[in-house]
């Protein structure tokens, strides 16, 4: 085993917005923890925000109605916002309309086959490939945890896969997402993603593209469309991720914290989809477990993103930087869009556990990789959820 270099704390906490028209009104989350703007309703159902809110938004050189009317559209530069307290994700109803979820594409792939030569860490031989399977519908029967995000790029609207997990400081009630890094960030080249919504059990009934012309939002987003009011990945892809060439790749990991879209009904994330994942963090060496299952929706050919596919194989080791920490990988066909969906394998307690997320394959496609999920990981974990402790 060679040795891990000591890393830097988890990402401070990202000061995230989410602003939507419901009863409970929009509010904002601060990483200092003063107290919080809150909106309020008038006797006539309309939604005001506060002052103070409004000058926050305008900080960032965001004016709401400007930004809900396009303006989110603007990749320029000084409107892409970077650091990690950064983060705004302001709600636009009915934005994700059943044809801009069907539409969006993968992002493009980490990494390539080219560039992970020359590996100076521990590399298991490659695996054989393991053709991805159809996962059986209704999704949610099987895989209640496993959903798609959306976001917005300056190429348009992406895709990516994810997990819903527990949050330690809301038993039964966790409003948490876990998917990769380069879901919701850039990376080194650039700054937050826009518009980032949870969509679990994404086109639950396994319909084919063709017929999901005809579906409707409810058909497509089943357990409703929720939106990441916080979102927090590690310096570590801030800082070195790229979209190639499996740059940061070790720390391509992310929480989000979801509302929903339109007020709900009161209940939580977990609650609506009845399930939620423990994540297991330091989980054994590949070497020592057994088999390990991914799950996602691929997006690039032969797949079109709108169906839920699985692979199970025993993990190998896959290093690409002897300094960083070695990943798990397995064999897999599943394609881009499949990125962030979570790995499970079986945890400490025998039950299953959520060790990984798909981060980078090749062009190939014949594996996948993941970050082995440690202190750093956990730290990013830990920090969304106490920011949401009893809310």
């Not at 990376?187 to 969509?199: C, E, L, M, P, S």
């Not at 032969?302 to 080791?317: N, Y």
């Amino acid at each position: 085993m060679r040795p891990i270099r000591p890393l830097l704390a988890a990402a401070s906490v990202a000061a995230a917005l989410a602003l939507t028209a419901t009863a409970c009104g929009p509010s904002e989350d601060n990483a200092g923890g003063e107290p919080t703007a809150s909106a309020s309703q008038t006797s006539d159902g309309k939604i005001t925000i506060p002052e103070d809110l409004k000058d926050r938004l305008k900080e960032h050189g965001i004016d709401l109605d400007k930004w809900r009317n396009g303006e989110w559209k603007n990749w320029d530069k000084d409107k892409w916002l970077r650091e990690a307290k950064d983060y705004v994700n302001p709600i636009i109803e009915d934005l994700w309309d059943p044809d801009r979820m069907r539409d969006a594409e993968q992002p493009e792939r980490p990494v390539e086959d080219e560039d992970i030569s020359g590996d100076e860490g521990v590399t298991d031989p490659t695996p054989e490939p393991v053709e991805a399977q159809a996962v059986k519908a209704p999704y949610h029967s099987g895989v209640p945890e496993a959903g798609k995000v959306l976001f917005d790029g300056p190429q348009g609207s992406m895709v990516c896969s994810a997990t819903v997990v527990k949050d330690p400081a809301n038993p039964g009630k966790s409003n948490l997402v876990w998917t990769a890094g380069h879901c919701v960030h850039a990376g080194k080249d650039g700054g937050w993603y826009r518009n980032i919504a949870f969509v679990p059990s994404y086109n639950d009934s396994g319909k084919t593209g063709a017929e999901l012309e005809k579906a409707t939002r409810e058909e497509m987003a089943p357990y409703g469309v929720w939106w990441g009011d916080w979102a927090q990945t590690s310096e570590q892809w801030i800082s070195q991720g790229a979209a190639t060439g499996g740059q940061g790749a070790p720390y391509d990991y992310a929480v989000i914290h979801v509302t929903p879209e339109k007020g709900g009904n009161g209940k939580s994330l977990e609650e609506t989809v009845g399930s939620a994942l423990p994540v297991e963090f330091n989980a054994p060496a590949a070497p020592k477990i057994a088999n390990m299952e991914a799950t996602g929706y691929p997006a690039a050919p032969p797949f079109d993103g709108q169906q839920m596919f699985q692979c199970a194989d025993k993990p190998g080791r896959l290093s690409l930087d002897a300094q960083q920490p070695t990943m798990y990988r397995i064999g897999c066909t599943m394609t881009g869009g499949s990125s962030g969906g979570g790995w499970v394998a079986q945890g400490q307690d025998g039950k299953p556990a959520l060790v990984s997320n798909t981060s980078i394959g090749p062009v190939t496609a014949g594996w996948l990789a993941g970050p082995r999920l440690g202190d750093e990981a956990k730290g990013i974990y830990e920090a969304v959820s106490k920011k949401f402790a009893g809310r």
